[in-house]
């Protein structure tokens, strides 16, 4: 089975950094997902890691390293509309049938 | 490409009813997933559709709960004497097997269901 943890919660001013971190437990590795959610909205994709190290696009980073078992979310220059839950997920026996923590609350203050 | 569309967005009903929720995914995507998600939690699978084919249902699916995907496109969600645990939002994701690792799931608004 899959076991994934990430904080409930974290806060940051606009223009600052906020690194995201989630630890999972698998019984097989295919990859790990991040998604943005707004509240009361859809989850939208934001990146996938299947090899360790970094990938960046734009603004948003993510890290992962499977000896670890562990990923990172890096939002730089925060912006006020990154106000979001940010979900980590990884696939389990079936592509697309995800298992997702519980996501982060980024609050993003003035 | 006009995303995935689910009607309604909120639904109510009385404890015991039956509720159906409809779910339009992107036009081209032969994957068709339904997910639940309450307060304060990730969402949770439910069931997958491969075109019409159902191909898996989440033990958190009770007998209650019945999906369809007739002709491979829209989709149903059934829930029949709704109970109070059932509140949450229901959303349906759409994908495009590619046969990669990489499969983005593209999700709904979801529709919003209260058991009162």
């Known amino acids: 089975g899959q076991n994934i943890d990430q904080p409930t919660e974290m806060t940051a001013t606009e223009g600052a950094i906020v690194q995201i971190n989630c630890t999972y437990q698998?019984?097989?590795?295919?990859?790990l997902f991040w998604y943005q959610q707004h509240a009361g909205e859809a989850p939208t994709f934001l990146s996938y890691?299947?090899?360790?190290g970094l990938e960046e696009k734009g603004r948003f980073s993510s890290f992962l390293s499977r000896s670890k078992g562990y990923s990172y979310l890096l939002l730089k220059e925060l912006q006020m509309k990154d106000s979001a839950s940010y979900l980590c997920?990884?696939?389990?026996?079936?592509?697309?049938?995800?298992?997702f923590g519980a996501g982060t609350q980024v609050v993003v203050t003035p | 490409d006009t995303g995935v569309s689910q009607d309604p967005r909120h639904k109510i009903t009385k404890r015991g009813q039956n509720v159906t929720f409809r779910c339009d995914p992107i036009?081209?995507?032969?994957?068709l997933y339904w997910y639940r998600q309450t307060l304060g939690q990730g969402p949770e699978f439910l069931t997958y559709?491969?075109?019409?084919?159902?191909?898996?249902k989440s033990r958190l699916l009770s007998d209650r709960f019945s999906a369809e995907r007739p002709k491979g496109s829209f989709s149903t969600l059934e829930i029949q004497r709704t109970e109070q645990g059932d509140s949450a939002m229901y959303l349906c994701?759409?994908?495009?097997?590619?046969?990669?690792?990489?499969?983005?799931?593209?999700f709904g608004s979801g529709t919003q269901l209260s058991v009162l």
């Open positions: 994701a759409s994908s495009h097997d590619r046969g990669t690792t990489n499969e983005k799931l593209f």
């Open positions: 698998t019984s097989g590795f295919n990859g």
């Open positions: 890691n299947v090899l360790d």
């Open positions: 997920a990884v696939p389990t026996d079936s592509w697309g049938k995800l298992q």
């Open positions: 036009s081209e995507h032969n994957r």
């Open positions: 559709f491969q075109n019409e084919a159902q191909l898996e």
